[in-house]
């Protein structure tokens, strides 16, 4: 069972930036490939970026609306994935979530909420 816990949230003005951390325990974390979804009041969960298991090599993926100013990146060592998230837009604002994934295993943290500011 793995346990995922977001931080680093909170209210930024527009252009500005923010870093994420995801921080696991419970299990064998670069086992997982790992992402972050968000979700703004009335709207759907949205995939944000994803970052493949560390035998991998950690290749990367993005939601459309963050490519160029998004970077996800893991560090194995402390069992932590992070989202770096630049030149923020009033649309960015929802609630972060951080997902674990291997077959057969799919784990959520409580999440985090970034808020920009026009």
């Known amino acids: 069972q793995v346990q995922l816990v977001e931080s680093g949230g909170g209210l930024v003005q527009a252009g500005g930036s923010v870093r994420l951390s995801c921080a696991a325990s419970?299990?064998?974390?670069?086992?997982?490939?790992s992402g972050w979804f968000r979700q703004a009041p009335g709207k759907e969960r949205e995939f944000v970026a994803h970052i493949s298991w560390s035998g991998s090599s950690g290749s990367t993926s993005y939601g459309d609306s963050v490519k160029g100013r998004f970077t996800i990146s893991r560090d194995n060592g402390k069992n932590t994935v992070y989202l770096q998230m630049n030149s923020l837009k009033p649309e960015d604002t929802a609630v972060y979530y951080c997902?674990?994934?291997?077959?057969?295993?799919?784990?959520w943290g409580q999440g985090t909420q970034v808020t920009v500011s026009s």
């Open positions: 419970g299990g064998t974390f670069s086992s997982y490939a």
């Open positions: 997902n674990a994934w291997a077959p057969g295993n799919d784990y």
